[in-house]
């Protein structure tokens, strides 16, 4: 008797990922990191989730979540418009992002 396929549940860093992906219309090549931190910074919430993306021609892109990988869910990604913003310029100073 055949057994019903069931398709391993996707970590929440694969859902963010994903969601991330999909949000900004990135290749399926391009280079996305999800970390769930501990923020040492006082002020800060005591974990939040990283994300980090790089497009063609080596611009890297990031934003912050301010709470855990887990409780992440598709409407705390930025819209796609804020795009210029996200990217990662080094230099800026803010020990906090």
């Not at 301010?66 to 930025?78: M, N, Q, S």
Request: include cysteine; charged fraction near 25%; charge should be negative.
């Amino acid at each position: 008797m055949l057994q019903p396929f069931h398709q391993p549940a996707r970590s929440s860093s694969e859902r963010v990922e994903s969601w991330t992906r999909d949000r900004f219309d990135l290749s399926s090549d391009a280079l996305v990191v999800v970390a769930d931190v501990r923020c040492q910074v006082p002020g800060c919430p005591p974990r939040e989730t990283l994300v980090a993306f790089w497009q063609p021609g080596g611009l890297r892109y990031r934003y912050k979540v301010f709470k855990p990988v887990a409780e992440v869910v598709e409407a705390d990604i930025p819209v796609k418009w804020l795009l210029p913003s996200l990217e990662d310029v080094a230099g800026l100073g803010c020990e906090c992002c």
